[in-house]
């Protein structure tokens, strides 16, 4: 089974700073995938970053970077020049890539961010 | 089309009613999923179609739920004898590739009064 924590129910960083929104998982599979997604007010879900378990280097997208602890099971999201339409509920998420076919995504409880002016 | 589909936007079913979700994925994309998202928690995952083949279903909540994608493309999700506890937010995703992510549509708000 696949679990993904986030512990943060809710952020306010001032615009322009940089921001770090917390994941830890537990999984007992070798091969795995970490995502990070981002939810506005409007409901969809926008892909943000992926980070595969062996991948050596963390994954950056922009203004996005994945700080990938393998040992330590974190997978944080860091943020940084953080901009008003940043204000959104993210969700870390993670897939097996051990077994062919299981492709569902777990997802944790989601951060709401909140950058103020 | 450009994204994934999702209609109605919003649907207010009377207790007990039937209700029809259909879910439009990207063109050519293979996988696709249902997901069920109560107020203020995280999306929790219903069942899974590779083509028009149904994978898994193992979080479907009760023999209430039945999806459907007869020819590997659109994607009807079904709830009979709608109950309360059945108000979400329900999204489909669709992907191309494991690595890729999951595109998302804007989601279906079902409210059952």
């Known amino acids: 089974a696949q679990k993904i924590t986030q512990t943060q129910p809710g952020m306010f960083v001032q615009e322009k700073e940089a921001v770090t929104l917390d994941c830890t998982y537990d999984?007992?599979?070798?091969?795995?995938?970490l995502f990070w997604y981002k939810q506005p007010s409007s409901g969809e879900m926008i892909f943000l970053i992926y980070?595969?378990?062996?991948?050596?280097q963390n994954a950056t997208e922009g203004r996005y970077s994945l700080n990938f602890q393998k040992a330590r099971k974190s997978a944080n999201l860091v943020i940084s020049a953080s901009q008003l339409g940043d204000s959104a509920m993210y969700f870390c998420?993670?897939?097996?890539?051990?077994?062919?076919?299981?492709?569902?995504?777990?997802f944790g409880t989601g951060t709401r961010l909140t950058i103020i002016p | 089309g450009a994204g994934v589909s999702q209609s109605p936007r919003y649907k207010v079913a009377k207790r007990g009613q039937d209700v029809a979700l259909r879910c439009d994925p990207i063109?050519?994309?293979?996988?696709l999923f249902w997901y069920q998202q109560a107020l203020g928690q995280g999306p929790e995952f219903l069942t899974y179609?590779?083509?028009?083949?149904?994978?898994?279903k193992s979080g479907l909540p009760s023999d209430r739920f039945f999806a459907e994608r007869p020819e590997g493309s659109v994607s009807t999700l079904k709830i009979q004898r709608t109950q309360q506890e059945d108000s979400a937010v329900y999204l489909c995703?669709?992907?191309?590739?494991?690595?890729?992510?999951?595109?998302f549509g804007s989601g279906t708000r079902l409210t059952v009064v």
């Open positions: 995703a669709s992907s191309l590739e494991k690595k890729a992510g999951y595109t």
């Open positions: 999984t007992s599979d070798q091969s795995y995938g």
């Open positions: 980070q595969g378990s062996y991948d050596e």
């Open positions: 998420a993670m897939r097996s890539l051990s077994n062919f076919g299981n492709e569902k995504l777990t």
């Open positions: 063109s050519g994309h293979v996988s």
């Open positions: 179609f590779q083509n028009e083949a149904q994978l898994d």
